[in-house]
Each structure stands twice: as C-alpha cells, then as structure tokens.
C-alpha cells in the first residue's frame, strides 16, 4: 500500500474516483462480495479531500465493525472482512 | 481456486481480452454463460484486497470492455465459483438482459459538487446564527424564557440549544444542496438518457450525479458541462469519466 502515498494529488484523485465507483457501485452476486478492507484505512488517512470515497470506505470499515460485534453467516468465520450484499437487495447492486 | 468476475455483456469476445492481465495478476478471459460472456479471471485466496493495483486492475479490465461494447460491471471483489456464477445468470438472465438493453452505446459520466470546507462551515455557521436569531424573535413573542448560548442554562439545556442549531444548519445545507441538484439535472437534461444523483452526503459535497450518456453525444454532453461548471464559480467541481455503468447496472431480482 506504500503505492497509494506516493501518488500526486492528480493520481490520488483519480484512484479515488475510481474506488468510489467499483466499491460502491455495480452488480453484486448476494454472498460473493468479499473484500480485505485493512488497507483502506491507510487510502482513508492519506485523504485530504473529502469525496464520495470517504462515505463509502466509513460504511465498508462501519459494517465491519458491526459484523466483528454481531458476527453472523459468513462473516462469522471471518470477522476480519467486510461482506457487502449491495444496498438492502441482496443482488444487483 | 475462484472466479474473479469483472463485468457480463452480451458482445464481449475472449479476442478483446488477449494479454490482458486483472486482480493478482491472472490473466482475463471469458465465459460463456447461458445468453451472456462473463469477463473474469481465476483468484486464489478468500477476499480481494481494496489495494491501488487491485482497484486499477479491475477497473482496467472494465474500461477495456467499455471500449468494445457497454457491459455491466460488477462491484470491486466479486468471486464466485463457475457454478455459482452460471446459477445467478440463469436466475436474473431477463433482468440482466434488460439491463443491457438499457445501457447499451452509453457510458457513465460523473459530477461531483463541492463546496469548499472553509466556506461551507461559515455559511453554516451563519445560517445556524441567523435562524438563532429568528427562532429567537418566536420564542420571545411566545413568551417563552430564552436561553442565549449556554450561559445560564446546564449542560442538557446547552446541549439541546447546540443540536437544535446543528439540525437547523443541516436543513439549509441540504436545502442549497438540492438546489444545485436541480439546476445541474435541468443543465444536463438534453443529453443525459439516465441519471442517478445524490444530495447532500456530506457538508463539503453536495451532490453526487451520475449521468447515463450515449457515446455518440459525449462531446455534447462534455460542452454542457463546461459551461455550466463557468455558471457557478461559486462551487467545485470534479468530473470524471467516461466509465462503464457502474451506477445504472441494478436489475430487480427474478
């Protein structure tokens, strides 16, 4: 992740243009969306600029935390991971 | 060992993708499934990692898509097994297919409003004063005791002041915010075949659009755009794209 603080504030704006839009956007497989989300607290820290990104890393680091308290399916397995089941359809973003 | 899958469509070719390389640096290729061609490539491990490269890779295969038809993208770390990925073909193919149909020869343009951080919070705090100050003048004539600040009152008394005026100074950010919502969508109208707009998220943005374009009339589109960002020197504007449609790939579940 040394990547993401090494770009200027061109490409840093570009890379969150583009992580607010694959991240919250897009046809979700209900269950299938599995994410790693530890690195983007460093994406989030390294933010001066306040774009949708920043909404849409709080809500994957908040259903995070919601899922480590309440685990459940399979998020009980893993409670280190964000499971997104698109927003309250389960399928298709 | 996964399927990382990046994108469906209805014209997509395994010739496009040639060389190509996405998420962990696996080669692309593409499925046939039922009616459709799933863009995927095969993943190892549990979850996709949200690092730069795994997010440009995804969005490299997907813009290379875009560049030979309009498909539907699917969200950053979807991974399923052949089975399950042929399963949600089969069940959704109608919707999928519609969702194509309604897409296809556009793309996706974004407009993001900021207003800037140091000016939104004065304006907010002076809308915050001026509706005290109103709300001061009722409360008065209502004979009501009215508390100025905190002084005098205890800390749940100044604690329910301070919100009321935080409430108060959200309603005329979000009130601005559709404002601006409104006057970028009657901008746009002529060249835009869907949007899809959020207001107010957040104080400094204000509005979130995403514009569901054709191909043929982007530079129209882009020239609107233009002038209406030289209309309000007022706001901060970030456009970008195009993208594939990742804001207009919703299909209703079958």
Redesign the interface.
């Known amino acids: ?1 040394d ?2 603080f090494e ?1 200027d504030e061109d490409e840093e ?3 969150l ?3 607010d ?9 209900a269950g ?9 607290d460093l ?1 989030y820290l390294g933010l001066n600029l ?3 990104s ?2 849409t890393v709080n809500r994957v680091l908040g259903e995070r935390e919601r899922r480590a308290e309440f685990p459940r399916g399979r998020a009980l397995a ?1 409670p280190e ?1 964000a499971t ?1 089941e698109g927003e309250g ?5 | 060992m996964s399927l990382y899958v990046y994108c469906l469509g209805d014209e997509l070719t395994a010739e496009s993708f040639e060389g190509l390389r996405g998420v962990g640096g696996a080669p692309v290729c593409v499925l046939a499934t039922g009616g459709l061609a799933a863009v995927v490539s095969e993943f190892e491990g549990e979850a996709a990692e949200v690092s730069a490269a795994n997010v440009r890779a995804h969005n490299r295969v997907n813009a290379l898509a875009l560049a030979r038809s309009t498909p539907l993208p699917f969200r950053f770390g979807t991974l399923a097994g052949e089975h399950r990925l042929a399963e949600y073909v089969a069940a959704n193919e109608g919707a999928l297919l519609d969702a194509l149909a309604r897409v296809r020869g556009c793309v996706e343009m974004s407009v993001k409003v900021r207003r800037d951080a140091g000016k939104a919070k004065v304006k907010r705090q002076k809308a915050r004063g001026g509706d005290e100050e109103a709300e001061a003048g009722r409360d008065a004539a209502a004979g009501v005791d009215v508390l100025k600040g905190s002084a005098g009152a205890g800390s749940g008394t100044a604690f329910l002041l301070a919100k009321r005026r935080e409430i108060l100074g959200d309603e005329a950010l979000r009130r601005r915010a559709e404002e601006v919502a409104a006057w970028l969508a009657a901008g746009v109208s002529d060249f835009v075949r869907e949007s899809s707009v959020r207001v107010g998220p957040s104080e400094s943005l204000a509005v979130r659009a995403a514009h569901l374009v054709e191909g043929v009339r982007l530079d129209e589109y882009r020239a609107c755009v233009h002038e209406l960002i030289g209309e309000r020197a007022e706001l901060h504007f970030l456009t970008s794209g195009p993208w594939p449609p990742y804001s207009f790939s919703r299909i209703e579940r079958e």
């Open positions: 992740m990547e993401v770009l704006l570009s890379l243009e583009t992580l839009h694959v991240l919250d956007h897009g046809l979700v497989i299938e969306m599995t994410i790693a989300v530890a690195d983007v994406i306040l774009v949708g920043v909404e893993r991971k997104e359809t389960g399928e298709g973003g």
